[in-house]
């Protein structure tokens, strides 16, 4: 299984970006974007069944971020805009079963880290005011 993560770089506050992730390997439940900052623990960012008729967002990006999926080429999107200073983090995309580590997961649980069972390298996203 695998998941690449690309398009992240330098945009102004108020710009927008797409980050990628291709997926291989296998096919998922669902699957979630997550970002971290330094001595911060990994905040979720959006999330949606492997369907697509279910997505989930913190009001943080709700709004701004928006999580979609290529069926064609199994690749998930995150359109990102109206981007803030305090989006700057390195953004993960992470992918799950249901299933992870003797626990069963549900889609009101897609926000939480531990609900996934792969994990993409994570690509640099910096918002500059």
């Known amino acids: 299984v695998q998941l690449q993560a690309s398009g992240g770089g330098l945009v102004q506050a108020g710009g927008s970006l797409r980050l990628s992730c291709a997926a291989s390997g296998r096919t998922f439940s669902y699957v979630g974007w997550f970002r971290q900052t330094p001595g911060k623990e990994r905040e979720f960012v959006a999330a949606?069944?492997?369907?697509?008729?279910?997505?989930k967002y913190p009001d943080s990006v709700k709004g701004r971020f928006t999580i979609s999926r290529d069926n064609v080429n199994n690749t998930v999107y995150l359109q990102m805009s109206r981007l803030k200073p305090e989006d700057t983090a390195v953004y993960y995309c992470?992918?799950?079963?249901?299933?992870?580590?003797?626990?069963?997961?549900?889609?009101?649980?897609?926000?939480?880290?531990?609900?996934?069972?792969?994990w993409g390298q994570g690509t640099k996203v910096t918002v500059s005011s």
């Open positions: 992470a992918a799950g079963t249901g299933y992870v580590s003797g626990t069963d997961y549900s889609s009101s649980q897609y926000h939480l880290a531990e609900a996934y069972n792969y």
């Open positions: 949606m069944n492997w369907r697509g008729d279910r997505k």
